[in-house]
C-alpha cells in the first residue's frame, strides 16, 4: 500500500504545514483562534451535508486538511510562551538593562563553558511579581563553587543581558537556536551573587536528575575512568553534558555519533528486553494488560530519566504505539505509526520540528523501512552468522541515505568509514546495553560485584578504541563540505524517486530520476553563480585580526593567528562552507588594501598612517594603537574608521566617542559584527 494512501500521514504533513507557516509568517494568536472556529463550523456544515448526499465530493476532506493547517498555526501561537500575558518579556525593558530582583527555579544543567557554568531556568517571579518563562542562566567559574541541582530556587539581583547573534558571516546562530527553545535572554551572575531559597516543590525532571546523581555517586566508587563514566551517562542517561569535547569529536568523526544519543535504536533493544524479562506476568488475569502497562510506564520512565530530549521522545513515543498494538494485536504500518508518532509530538512540541535530532531520528528511520529491503534483496547470504551483519550493514547504509543532507547541511562533514564503527558496536549494542542497565541497578542496590563492573568498563574501553581507531583514518573524513537548503531538497529528491525506481522500474519513474539529477546540476549551477562574486570581509576574533579577500571561488586570507589558533579556529572554515570556497590561500597582513577603487589603511599598535601618495577611504585601526584619533582624522581624511577584536575595550569606547563627535561612521566589530564590503 502507498504510504501517503493513509490518512494520518496526510493530516500530519498539514499540520507541519501550519506550524512552518506560522513560524516564518508572524499570526496573531486571536486571529489564529478566530479562523480555526471558523474552519471547525464549516467542516462540521460539509459533514452533515455529505451524510445526506450519495455523491461524494472533495469538499470535505479539502476542508479537513485546512482545518489541520489552522491546528498547526494554532498549536505554535499556543506554545508560544511571549503569548502569554504574564511572560516576564512584558516586564522588562532590555534598553534600560535595569537590574531587577529575579527568582527561578534551574530547569536544565547545560555543557559548561571555558568560563561559565550554564543552566536553563524558570522564572518565577520579578520584583515579586509573577512572571513565566525562560531564560539561560550562566554563572562565572569558582573552584569552590557546588552545582546547582534541577529545580533548586535561586535569588538574586540581575538584569536581563540579551542573546547576541553571531559577529562573523555563515557563524552558527545560538540565539535563533534559543529562540526555537523559547529562551530569549541571558542572565550573568557571580557565585556570591545568588542566594539559593529553601523549596518543597518538585518535578519530576528533579526527582529523575536526583536518581541519575544518585546513579553516578554509586558507580564512582567504581574504578571506572572518567571516559567510561562519560560514555555510560551518555549511552544510558542520555546526558552528554560532562562529556569532553574530544570523546565527542572522536564519535562524530567515525559516524558513530548516533550511539550516544539515546534514540529508536536503544528504545527498541530496551523494548524486546522488557517484553522478555516480563513474559511470565502474562499467565495473570489481565496478565498481558498489566504488562503493557508496566512497558508503557517503564519506557517514559526510561524517558524522563534520558532528558526528555527530541530523539528520545520521538522513540519511546513510538514504540508505545508499537507495544500498544501488539497487545491488541493489531497488524501495525510502520509510515502510519511514525505520522501518529509525529503528530501526537507536535501537538504537545511544535518546536521540535525544527530540532536536528527529531529530523534525523525520523529520516533515518524513514529510510531504513524504504531503502533497507531493496539493498538487502541485492545480497541473500546462506550463513546466518553472514546474513546477520549483512542486514546490520544494509540498516546501516540506509540509514546513511536517510540522513546524509540533513547530516551535511547541519554539519558540513561526512565519514566515510560509518560502516565500520557501526559493524563493530551494533551486534553487541543489545549486550552493552542490557549489561548496562543490570550493572545501574546492582550499583544502586550496593551489590555489584567489582570483576562485572571492571569488565563493564573494559568493553567501554574497548568500544571507545574502535571509535578512536577509525576517527583517526582522516582520509576517509570528508569536511568542510558545502550544501544548503536547496542542495538538501533536491537530493531527497532524488533519493526518493530513485528507491520508487527501484521498487518498479518503469519509464516514468526512471525519467524522474533523471530529472532529478539534472535538478542537482541546476542547483550546483546556480550556487556557483550565485558565489561568483568579490567581496572583502573584516571578521571579529577576540585579541586578533583577520581579513579575508574573496574573488569568486579562491579566499584570501590575511591574519596574526599563531598556529595553535589557526589550526582550532572556525571563522574562516565555516565562511569557505558557506560560500562555496573552492581554494584558500593563508598569508601575514599587510598595511594597505585595493578592493574596487577603495583603499584601506590598516594602523596597528606602531601607530604609523603618515601616507601622502594616497587618501584612504577605509582605515582599520588594530591592535590598540596609541595615536590621537582626531589628529588621524585631520590629517588623512578617511571616510570610515572600523576597529575589531584585536583593540582594547577601553580604547574602542574612546574612538567611538570622536567619531560621534566628528559626525564619522565607525565600526566596531564587536558590536555590529564583521565589517563586509560587497
Same mark, same amino acid.
Given at each position: 500500500?502507498?504510504?501517503?494512501?493513509?490518512?494520518?500521514?496526510?493530516?500530519?504533513?498539514?499540520?507541519?504545514?501550519?506550524?512552518?507557516?506560522?513560524?516564518?509568517? &508572524?499570526?496573531?494568536?486571536?486571529?489564529?483562534?478566530?479562523?480555526?472556529?471558523?474552519?471547525?463550523?464549516?467542516?462540521?456544515?460539509?459533514?452533515?451535508?455529505?451524510?445526506?448526499?450519495?455523491?461524494?465530493?472533495?469538499?470535505?476532506?479539502?476542508?479537513?486538511?485546512?482545518?489541520?493547517?489552522?491546528?498547526?498555526?494554532?498549536?505554535?501561537?499556543?506554545?508560544?510562551?511571549?503569548?502569554?500575558?504574564?511572560?516576564?518579556?512584558?516586564?522588562?525593558?532590555?534598553?534600560?538593562?535595569?537590574?531587577?530582583?529575579?527568582?527561578?527555579?534551574?530547569?536544565?544543567?547545560?555543557?559548561?563553558?571555558?568560563?561559565?557554568?550554564?543552566? =536553563? +531556568?524558570?522564572?518565577?517571579?520579578?520584583?515579586?511579581?509573577? =512572571?513565566?518563562?525562560?531564560?539561560?542562566?550562566?554563572?562565572?567559574?569558582?573552584?569552590?563553587?557546588?552545582?546547582?541541582?534541577?529545580?533548586?530556587?535561586?535569588?538574586?539581583?540581575?538584569?536581563?543581558?540579551? =542573546?547576541?547573534?553571531?559577529?562573523?558571516?555563515?557563524?552558527?546562530?545560538?540565539?535563533?537556536?534559543?529562540?526555537?527553545?523559547?529562551?530569549?535572554?541571558?542572565?550573568?551572575?557571580?557565585?556570591?551573587?545568588?542566594?539559593?531559597?529553601?523549596?518543597?516543590?518538585?518535578?519530576?525532571?528533579?526527582?529523575?536528575?536526583?536518581?541519575?546523581?544518585?546513579?553516578?555517586?554509586?558507580?564512582?566508587?567504581?574504578?571506572?575512568?572518567?571516559?567510561?563514566?562519560?560514555?555510560?551517562?551518555?549511552?544510558?542517561?542520555?546526558?552528554?553534558?560532562?562529556?569532553?569535547?574530544?570523546?565527542?569529536?572522536?564519535?562524530?568523526?567515525?559516524?558513530?555519533?548516533?550511539?550516544?544519543? =539515546?534514540?529508536?535504536?536503544?528504545?527498541?533493544?530496551?523494548?524486546?528486553?522488557?517484553?522478555?524479562?516480563?513474559?511470565?506476568?502474562?499467565?495473570?488475569?489481565?496478565?498481558?494488560?498489566?504488562?503493557?502497562?508496566?512497558?508503557?510506564? !517503564?519506557?517514559?520512565?526510561?524517558?524522563?530519566?534520558?532528558?526528555?530530549?527530541?530523539?528520545?521522545?520521538?522513540?519511546?513515543?513510538?514504540?508505545?504505539?508499537?507495544?500498544?498494538?501488539?497487545?491488541?494485536?493489531?497488524?501495525?504500518?510502520?509510515?502510519? $505509526?511514525?505520522?501518529?508518532?509525529?503528530?501526537?509530538?507536535?501537538?504537545?512540541?511544535?518546536?521540535?520540528?525544527?530540532?536536528?535530532?527529531?529530523?534525523?531520528?525520523?529520516?533515518?528511520? !524513514?529510510?531504513?523501512?524504504?531503502?533497507?529491503?531493496?539493498?538487502?534483496?541485492?545480497?541473500?547470504?546462506?550463513?546466518?552468522?553472514?546474513?546477520?551483519?549483512?542486514?546490520?550493514?544494509?540498516?546501516?547504509?540506509?540509514?546513511?541515505?536517510?540522513?546524509?543532507?540533513?547530516?551535511?547541511?547541519?554539519?558540513?562533514?561526512?565519514?566515510?568509514?560509518?560502516?565500520?564503527?557501526?559493524?563493530?558496536?551494533?551486534?553487541?549494542? %543489545?549486550?552493552?546495553?542490557?549489561?548496562?542497565?543490570?550493572?545501574?541497578?546492582?550499583?544502586?542496590?550496593?551489590?555489584?560485584?567489582?570483576?562485572?563492573?571492571?569488565?563493564?568498563?573494559?568493553?567501554?574501553?574497548?568500544?571507545?578504541?574502535?571509535?578512536?581507531?577509525?576517527?583517526?583514518?582522516?582520509?576517509?573524513?570528508?569536511?568542510?563540505?558545502?550544501?544548503?537548503? %536547496?542542495?538538501?531538497?533536491?537530493?531527497?529528491?532524488?533519493?526518493?524517486? &530513485?528507491?520508487?525506481?527501484?521498487?518498479?522500474?518503469?519509464?516514468?519513474?526512471?525519467?524522474?530520476?533523471?530529472?532529478?539529477?539534472?535538478?542537482?546540476?541546476?542547483?550546483?549551477?546556480?550556487?556557483?553563480?550565485?558565489?561568483?562574486?568579490?567581496?572583502? $570581509?573584516?571578521?571579529?576574533?577576540?585579541?586578533?585580526?583577520?581579513?579575508?579577500?574573496?574573488?569568486?571561488?579562491?579566499?584570501?586570507?590575511?591574519?596574526?593567528?599563531?598556529?595553535?589558533?589557526?589550526?582550532?579556529?572556525?571563522?574562516?572554515?565555516?565562511?569557505?562552507?558557506?560560500?562555496?570556497?573552492?581554494?584558500?590561500?593563508?598569508? &601575514?597582513?599587510?598595511? +594597505?588594501?585595493?578592493?574596487?577603487?577603495?583603499?584601506?589603511?590598516?594602523?596597528?599598535?606602531?601607530?604609523?598612517?603618515?601616507?601622502?601618495?594616497?587618501?584612504?577611504?577605509?582605515?582599520?585601526?588594530?591592535?590598540?594603537?596609541?595615536?590621537?584619533?582626531?589628529?588621524?582624522?585631520?590629517?588623512?581624511?578617511?571616510?570610515?574608521?572600523?576597529?575589531?577584536?584585536?583593540?582594547?575595550?577601553?580604547?574602542?569606547?574612546?574612538?567611538?566617542?570622536?567619531?560621534?563627535?566628528?559626525?564619522?561612521?565607525?565600526?566596531?566589530?564587536?558590536?555590529?559584527?564583521?565589517?563586509?564590503?560587497?
Amino acid at each position: 500500500m502507498k504510504p501517503l494512501n493513509f490518512t494520518i500521514i496526510k493530516l500530519t504533513i498539514c499540520l507541519i504545514a501550519g506550524i512552518l507557516l506560522s513560524y516564518y509568517i &508572524s499570526l496573531n494568536l486571536n486571529t489564529s483562534f478566530y479562523t480555526i472556529v471558523t474552519v471547525l463550523i464549516v467542516l462540521f456544515a460539509i459533514y452533515l451535508i455529505a451524510n445526506r448526499q450519495l455523491k461524494k465530493t472533495i469538499w470535505f476532506g479539502l476542508i479537513s486538511y485546512i482545518f489541520m493547517m489552522c491546528l498547526g498555526i494554532l498549536t505554535h501561537q499556543l506554545h508560544d510562551k511571549k503569548n502569554v500575558s504574564n511572560h516576564y518579556t512584558h516586564l522588562i525593558d532590555t534598553e534600560s538593562n535595569q537590574p531587577r530582583l529575579l527568582t527561578f527555579k534551574i530547569r536544565e544543567r547545560l555543557k559548561p563553558t571555558t568560563y561559565n557554568n550554564k543552566y =536553563v +531556568v524558570d522564572l518565577i517571579t520579578i520584583d515579586s511579581q509573577s =512572571v513565566t518563562g525562560k531564560s539561560l542562566l550562566n554563572i562565572a567559574k569558582d573552584s569552590l563553587q557546588n552545582r546547582y541541582n534541577i529545580d533548586d530556587v535561586l535569588l538574586m539581583y540581575s538584569s536581563f543581558e540579551p =542573546v547576541h547573534r553571531p559577529l562573523n558571516p555563515n557563524q552558527f546562530n545560538y540565539k535563533t537556536y534559543l529562540e526555537k527553545q523559547y529562551i530569549y535572554h541571558q542572565l550573568y551572575a557571580e557565585q556570591h551573587s545568588l542566594l539559593k531559597l529553601e523549596s518543597q516543590q518538585h518535578t519530576v525532571f528533579g526527582y529523575a536528575a536526583r536518581l541519575r546523581d544518585k546513579i553516578n555517586k554509586k558507580l564512582n566508587t567504581y574504578n571506572f575512568k572518567a571516559e567510561e563514566l562519560a560514555i555510560i551517562n551518555a549511552l544510558i542517561l542520555g546526558q552528554r553534558q560532562d562529556m569532553s569535547k574530544d570523546i565527542y569529536q572522536r564519535y562524530a568523526n567515525a559516524g558513530a555519533i548516533h550511539i550516544l544519543a =539515546v534514540s529508536g535504536l536503544h528504545v527498541g533493544i530496551i523494548l524486546l528486553l522488557l517484553n522478555i524479562a516480563l513474559k511470565p506476568i502474562e499467565r495473570l488475569k489481565h496478565g498481558k494488560l498489566i504488562k503493557v502497562g508496566l512497558i508503557l510506564i !517503564l519506557l517514559w520512565s526510561f524517558a524522563i530519566i534520558a532528558g526528555l530530549s527530541a530523539s528520545v521522545t520521538r522513540a519511546v513515543t513510538m514504540f508505545s504505539i508499537v507495544a500498544i498494538a501488539l497487545h491488541w494485536k493489531r497488524a501495525t504500518n510502520i509510515y502510519n $505509526t511514525l505520522a501518529i508518532s509525529v503528530f501526537i509530538l507536535l501537538l504537545f512540541k511544535p518546536m521540535f520540528l525544527f530540532d536536528v535530532g527529531f529530523q534525523m531520528s525520523y529520516l533515518a528511520v !524513514l529510510a531504513i523501512v524504504s531503502i533497507q529491503p531493496i539493498l538487502y534483496k541485492l545480497w541473500q547470504p546462506k550463513w546466518k552468522i553472514i546474513d546477520y551483519f549483512w542486514q546490520i550493514f544494509t540498516v546501516t547504509i540506509a540509514a546513511q541515505f536517510g540522513v546524509v543532507p540533513v547530516s551535511l547541511y547541519y554539519f558540513h562533514q561526512f565519514p566515510g568509514l560509518f560502516f565500520v564503527s557501526n559493524l563493530a558496536i551494533i551486534p553487541f549494542l %543489545s549486550i552493552i546495553l542490557g549489561l548496562g542497565i543490570l550493572i545501574i541497578i546492582l550499583a544502586l542496590f550496593n551489590a555489584l560485584p567489582e570483576f562485572l563492573a571492571n569488565l563493564f568498563g573494559n568493553i567501554i574501553s574497548l568500544m571507545n578504541s574502535v571509535v578512536g581507531w577509525v576517527s583517526h583514518q582522516e582520509t576517509f573524513l570528508l569536511k568542510d563540505i558545502s550544501f544548503d537548503v %536547496s542542495h538538501v531538497i533536491t537530493s531527497y529528491v532524488l533519493i526518493i524517486t &530513485s528507491v520508487l525506481m527501484f521498487k518498479k522500474i518503469n519509464f516514468r519513474r526512471i525519467s524522474l530520476v533523471l530529472i532529478s539529477i539534472l535538478l542537482i546540476q541546476g542547483v550546483w549551477m546556480a550556487s556557483e553563480y550565485r558565489n561568483a562574486n568579490n567581496s572583502f $570581509t573584516i571578521f571579529h576574533k577576540s585579541r586578533y585580526s583577520i581579513i579575508a579577500h574573496k574573488m569568486h571561488s579562491e579566499l584570501n586570507v590575511y591574519h596574526n593567528l599563531d598556529s595553535i589558533t589557526a589550526s582550532n579556529d572556525r571563522v574562516v572554515s565555516n565562511y569557505s562552507v558557506g560560500n562555496f570556497i573552492n581554494k584558500i590561500n593563508r598569508d &601575514s597582513l599587510k598595511s +594597505v588594501y585595493q578592493f574596487q577603487n577603495k583603499t584601506l589603511l590598516v594602523i596597528d599598535s606602531l601607530g604609523v598612517y603618515n601616507v601622502n601618495s594616497f587618501q584612504p577611504d577605509y582605515v582599520l585601526l588594530r591592535n590598540s594603537p596609541r595615536i590621537n584619533l582626531e589628529r588621524m582624522i585631520d590629517s588623512i581624511h578617511p571616510k570610515y574608521i572600523i576597529a575589531d577584536g584585536s583593540n582594547y575595550k577601553s580604547y574602542i569606547k574612546r574612538w567611538e566617542v570622536t567619531c560621534i563627535k566628528r559626525k564619522l561612521p565607525f565600526h566596531q566589530t564587536g558590536k555590529k559584527g564583521a565589517f563586509i564590503i560587497k
